[in-house]
Nanobody, 125 residues
C-alpha cells in the first residue's frame, strides 16, 4: 500500500511563502511522477504542478506559474515552494503520484492513483 505523507501547510499573510513536502512510503512510486493538486472551498480540485514524462518535464497551472516551484529529490520526496501567496491560493493541497507519467494530461486527476491526506494552506490578512 502506497502512502503519501504531506507536511508544511499553515497560515500566512498575502505575499508570504510556504514550503510543502511529500514523501512516498514505498519504492513503487518515484518522485519522477509526483505532483500537487489543490481544492479551494466550493471549487473543483485542480492541478497545481507536477513532474511529467518520467520527470524530464515540469508542468504548472497558469495561476501559479512564476510563483510556485516544484522540486524533488532522487528518491520519493517532492516539494512545492510557494512564494508571493495570494488569498486565492487558499485550499487543501494534495500530493499525488502515479506509476507512469508518459501519457495522458497531467491535469487529469483520474490518472493519479495515489493521493495524500491533504494539508491546509490559508492565505489571509
Amino acid at each position: 500500500q502506497v502512502q503519501l505523507v504531506e507536511s508544511g501547510g499553515g497560515s500566512v499573510q498575502p505575499g508570504g511563502s510556504l514550503r510543502l513536502s511529500c514523501t512516498a512510503s514505498t519504492y513503487s512510486v518515484s518522485s519522477n511522477c509526483m505532483g500537487w493538486f489543490r481544492q479551494a472551498p466550493e471549487k473543483e480540485r485542480e492541478a497545481v504542478a507536477a513532474f511529467y514524462r518520467g520527470g524530464s518535464e515540469i508542468r504548472y497551472s497558469d495561476s501559479v506559474k512564476g510563483r510556485f516551484t516544484i522540486s524533488r529529490d532522487a528518491a520519493q520526496t517532492v516539494y512545492l515552494q510557494m512564494d508571493n501567496l495570494k488569498p486565492d491560493d487558499t485550499g487543501v493541497y494534495y500530493c499525488v503520484a502515479r506509476p507512469s507519467c508518459y501519457a495522458g494530461s497531467w491535469t487529469n486527476k483520474s490518472l493519479y492513483g495515489y493521493w495524500g491526506q491533504g494539508t491546509q494552506v490559508t492565505v489571509s490578512s
